[in-house]
């Protein structure tokens, strides 16, 4: 696998090869980091954390993972720099370009992150946009191996806003990858049909299996039932109604039961709004792995950092 100098914008531009050699490297970071062995892989590398969006999980992960391997991570908040502001978005990229080894962006606008690959001549990573969250997929797929042992032929379940970056990116995903995705959700929310129909051709590929529905009964078989807040970051004004439409698919013990297995796990990408989309009891019997998949968040960014900028 030979990834220098490429980005990681959406994993619509990787290989299921790429995508698990990713997994691979994340898994095996990971393993030395808890034996307490870091690398120099990104020594002399200065990195710039863009965020228009704050972050618990984005940010911790990129500078943790930049320093763990010998690199310099510099965040730059909103009002830190011009991004498109009293500078463009094409004039910032250009400057960094020049000034960093490699940029992550975790903002709104997926035009955004574009320009800044096509300007900046430097590795572009995607920390969330409004429409892909990449960096969580590879968390996510890292967490069900650990849980699992495979990804191919497993059933992958999500359920709530059907539309969002984190529905949108895992259907991407679990297309490539062989696992079997159902998008549980009102048809209003469910994803774009052009993404649905790409993700479909993927999936002839992999051996997957595309569905959305908006019957409980989807979660029949589910090994993993996944959830996200039902109002992303800057969607406040539609709370109200969201709650309203996706109650009926809010996580808990009776949806779990419907899965009809007992080995079912739930993840989540946090932060939660238990109550909404998943209740405080269900939360709590998955804990573990929901902090664990939290935690792989930095191994799997740690492992993009490495395979497309490091030595």
């Known amino acids: 696998m030979n990834l220098k100098g490429r980005s ?24 030395k980091k808890k034996q307490g062995i870091t690398g120099d892989s990104l020594k002399g590398k200065n990195i710039a954390l863009i965020f228009e969006k ?41 400057v960094l370009g020049r000034m960093f080894d490699g940029i992550e962006f975790r903002g709104f606008k997926q035009d955004t992150v574009e320009k800044l690959v096509k300007y900046s001549g430097v590795p572009v990573w995607n920390g969330l946009t409004d429409e892909y969250h990449p960096t969580q997929i590879l968390a996510d797929f890292l967490t069900l191996i650990e849980q699992f042992g495979h990804l191919k032929g497993l059933k992958l379940v999500f359920a709530g806003d059907g539309r969002n970056n984190m529905a949108n990116s ?3 995903g679990a297309a490539k990858m062989g696992v079997h995705f159902t998008i549980l959700a009102p048809k209003c929310l469910w994803p774009q ?13 992999s051996g997957s299996v595309i569905t959305l529905s908006e019957e409980l009964s989807a979660v029949e078989g589910a090994d993993a039932v996944y959830t996200d807040v039902w109002c992303s970051m800057g969607e406040e004004d539609k709370a109200a109604e969201r709650v309203s439409l996706l109650r009926p698919y809010q996580v808990n013990k009776e949806l779990l039961a419907m899965t009809g297995k007992d080995s079912t796990i739930v993840l989540h990408c946090l932060p939660a709004v238990k109550g909404n989309e998943i209740t405080e009891d269900v939360f709590d019997s ?26």
């Open 170 to 172: 895992l259907m991407i």
């Open 286 to 311: 998955f804990v573990d792995v929901i902090f664990d998949e939290a935690e792989n968040r930095m191994h799997t960014i740690k492992a993009v950092m490495v395979a497309t900028l490091g030595k």
């Open 193 to 205: 049909e052009d993404l649905v129909e790409l993700c479909r051709e993927y999936a002839k590929e």
């Open 8 to 31: 990681f914008i959406t994993l619509k531009d990787f290989t299921p090869e790429e995508i698990q050699g990713l997994l691979d490297l994340a898994a095996d970071l990971k393993a």
């Open 54 to 94: 704050p972050s618990t999980r984005t940010r911790s992960a990129f500078t943790i993972g930049c320093l763990d391997e010998g690199g310099h991570p510099e965040y730059l908040g909103r009002e830190d720099i011009q991004l498109g502001h009293k500078e463009s978005v094409e004039d910032t990229a250009r």
